[in-house]
C-alpha cells in the first residue's frame, strides 16, 4: 500500500511509519520541516494550504492526518491558538486535497481524541452510548478549552459533507503508550523513580491508555476493514482510577510508595513541567466498543501487564541503564 501521514514525523507518527514500512508499504510523510528517516519518504507542506504534496494523495491506500501542535503545554492564549488552529487548519486542507483529487484514496483516517467524551465516573464512554462533553461535565477553563479543539477538530473533518470515494475514520485516541523517549509513559515512569508516582488528586478519574501495539494493530484494522467508518476509540478495554493505574505502574517498576499529589501542589507539579492538570484530572472513561465489536483482540488489554511491558522495554535501552 501506498500511506500518507501528514504531520507524522511525531511519535504516533514514527511509531506507524516504523510498523508500515517494516510491512512491505510505501509511507510518505508531509513535514513542515526537512526530514529524513529511513521509514518514509518526506515531503513538504505548511499544513494550511494546497501544493505540489497533494499529488501524493492520487490514488493513494490511506491518509492519516496527524499534524497538529502538541497539547501537552500550558494554555496561554498564544499556544490555545496553535493547538486548535494547527489542527483545524491541516485537517481542512487535507479533507480539500480529499475532494479534489482525480483517484482519491480509499480510506481517510483523522486524529481526534478521546477527550471529546464527558468527564464521568460512573459508566463508561463509547461510540454508540458514549456522553460528549459539555459545560455541565468538563466545567475548568482548561476542560472546556481541549473539549472545543476537539469538536472543531471533528467538525472540520466533516466539512463539505461525506465523501463519495473515501472512507472517513475519525481516530478518538487515548494517551498512547511507548518507551520511547519524551512520550507520556516516559513522563509518569519519572514521576515513580523520583518517587512522586502516587495518585494524582483523589485519583478517582479513570485513565484511558492503549498500548503502542494496540494502537498500531487497531490502525491496521481499521485500514483493512471497510465496514468501520466513523468515530472509532483506539483505547484499551480496560481504563482504570488514576490511583490503581499509578499503583500498578509503580509495581511494574518495583517501587512500593509514591507520594501523592493534590491541589496546589498538584498545579506546581504541571506548571513546573509546562503543562496542565487537565490532562491527568479528566476522567476519560473510554472503550472501545467498535474494536471488539469488529473482533479486534487486544495484545494489552490490562494495564498491570501493559506496564510490565513497556517498563522491561525502558529499561533495556542501552542509554538508559
Ligand atoms: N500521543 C498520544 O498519546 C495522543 C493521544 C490522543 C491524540 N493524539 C493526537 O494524535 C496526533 C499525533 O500525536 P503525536 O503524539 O505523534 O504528536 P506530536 O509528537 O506532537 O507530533 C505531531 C506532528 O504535528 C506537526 N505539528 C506540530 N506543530 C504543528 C503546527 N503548529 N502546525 C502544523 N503541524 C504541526 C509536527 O510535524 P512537523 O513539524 O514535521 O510538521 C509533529 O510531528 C496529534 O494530533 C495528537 O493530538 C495523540
Not at 16 to 38: K, Y
Not at 296 to 308: G, S, T, V
Amino acid at each position: 500500500m501506498k500511506i500518507i501521514l501528514p504531520g507524522g514525523t511525531g511519535q504516533i507518527g514514527r511509531m506507524l511509519a516504523r510498523a508500515f514500512a517494516q510491512d512491505g508499504h510505501e509511507v510518505v510523510v508531509l513535514s513542515r520541516s526537512p526530514v529524513t528517516d529511513p521509514a518514509f519518504r518526506a515531503v513538504a507542506w505548511d499544513a494550511r494550504s494546497l501544493g505540489g504534496w497533494t499529488a501524493e494523495l492520487e490514488g493513494a491506500d490511506a491518509v492519516i492526518n496527524l499534524a497538529g501542535r502538541s497539547v501537552n503545554c500550558r494554555y496561554t492564549p498564544a499556544n490555545r491558538r496553535l493547538i486548535t488552529e494547527s489542527r483545524v487548519d491541516s485537517t481542512r486542507a487535507v479533507g480539500l486535497a480529499i475532494r479534489q483529487a482525480v483517484r482519491p484514496p480509499r480510506v481517510w483516517l483523522q486524529s481526534s481524541t478521546a477527550t471529546i467524551y464527558a468527564h464521568r465516573y460512573d459508566a463508561p464512554n463509547d461510540e454508540l452510548t458514549g456522553r460528549m462533553g459539555d459545560a455541565t461535565t468538563d466545567t475548568p477553563d482548561t476542560w472546556q478549552f481541549s473539549l472545543g479543539v476537539a469538536k472543531a477538530w471533528e467538525q472540520a473533518a466533516a466539512e463539505g459533507g461525506p465523501l463519495p470515494h473515501t472512507r472517513q475514520v475519525l481516530l478518538r485516541t487515548s494517551i498512547v503508550m511507548s518507551p520511547d523517549a519524551g512520550g507520556a509513559f516516559e513522563v509518569l515512569l519519572g514521576l515513580v523513580r523520583h518517587g512522586l508516582g502516587g495518585r494524582a488528586g483523589d485519583g478517582r478519574q479513570y485513565v484511558s491508555w492503549i498500548h503502542e501495539h494496540d494502537f498500531v494493530g487497531a490502525v491496521r484494522r481499521i485500514i483493512a476493514r471497510d465496514t468501520l467508518a466513523g468515530p472509532v476509540n483506539l483505547a484499551a478495554p480496560c481504563p482504570l482510577p488514576n490511583a490503581d493505574f499509578m499503583r500498578a505502574l509503580r509495581e511494574a517498576w518495583g517501587r512500593r510508595l509514591g507520594l501523592p499529589a493534590a491541589g496546589l501542589v498538584l498545579e506546581m507539579g504541571a506548571w513546573l513541567m509546562r503543562t496542565e492538570t487537565e490532562l491527568i484530572l479528566k476522567s476519560r472513561r473510554v472503550v472501545p466498543t467498535r474494536l471488539l465489536q469488529d473482533g479486534y483482540k487486544f495484545e494489552f488489554p490490562d494495564w498491570p501487564l501493559a506496564a510490565r511491558e513497556l517498563c522491561g522495554r525502558w529499561r533495556a535501552t542501552p542509554a538508559r541503564r
